[in-house]
């Protein structure tokens, strides 16, 4: 029983998730309600409240379950020198296949400079990291800026396709 009960707060949970994101590629936040939301996945307010305070907090559990699924993907990423490009270009985009509702609003629609900026700032993180692991000595100054256009390329290749 405990089993199934589990299961049904992961159907609700998603259901709830997966319409909000569905509301958010027609609307912006401010013009959307937790009835609305209710209405449009057939569910109680008060299911909804059970889980999350108000949208906001389902949207920063969403922006949650993302960076955290990205963290993983770069984390779980080929680091060989030989496949260096391939892998983080594969794993990036692979990632954005699967969140791509959520990142066409992210990025695109409503552009949420902080969870960007966040997703830029973890990115810099893994790549001093694995270039400190393979021991290349490098002017990290020079480095931050090749990250940092590096790193708005691909947001500019990953928004222009998301808008497409």
């Known amino acids: 029983m405990?089993?199934?009960?589990?299961y049904r707060i992961q159907v609700s949970k998603q259901m709830i998730k997966e319409?909000?994101?569905e509301l958010l590629q027609k609307k912006s936040?401010?013009?959307i309600t937790v009835k609305e939301l209710c209405l449009?996945?057939?569910?109680?307010?008060?299911?909804?409240?059970?889980?999350?305070?108000?949208?906001?907090?389902?949207?920063?559990?969403?922006?949650?379950?993302?960076?955290?699924?990205?963290?993983?993907?770069?984390?779980?990423?080929?680091?060989?020198?030989?496949d260096l490009d391939n892998s983080i270009y594969n794993s990036?985009?692979?990632?954005?296949?699967?969140?791509?509702?959520?990142?066409?609003?992210?990025?695109?629609?409503?552009?949420?400079?902080?969870f960007v900026h966040k997703v830029i700032e973890m990115g810099k993180l893994k790549f001093f990291e694995v270039y400190e692991g393979m021991g290349i000595r490098y002017d990290r100054m020079k480095l931050e800026y090749f990250y940092i256009?590096?790193?708005n390329l691909y947001i500019g290749i990953i928004s222009h396709w998301l808008n497409s």
């Open 40 to 82: 449009h996945v057939h569910i109680n307010r008060s299911t909804f409240y059970t889980y999350f305070f108000d949208l906001y907090d389902l949207l920063n559990h969403i922006e949650q379950e993302m960076y955290d699924d990205l963290k993983y993907t770069l984390d779980h990423c080929s680091y060989e020198m030989a």
């Open 149 to 151: 256009g590096v790193s």
């Open 92 to 114: 990036i985009f692979s990632f954005f296949i699967r969140h791509q509702k959520m990142g066409y609003v992210l990025l695109c629609k409503d552009a949420d400079a902080k």
């Open 2 to 6: 405990e089993k199934q009960k589990d």
């Open 19 to 21: 319409g909000f994101i």
């Open 29 to 31: 936040i401010r013009e």
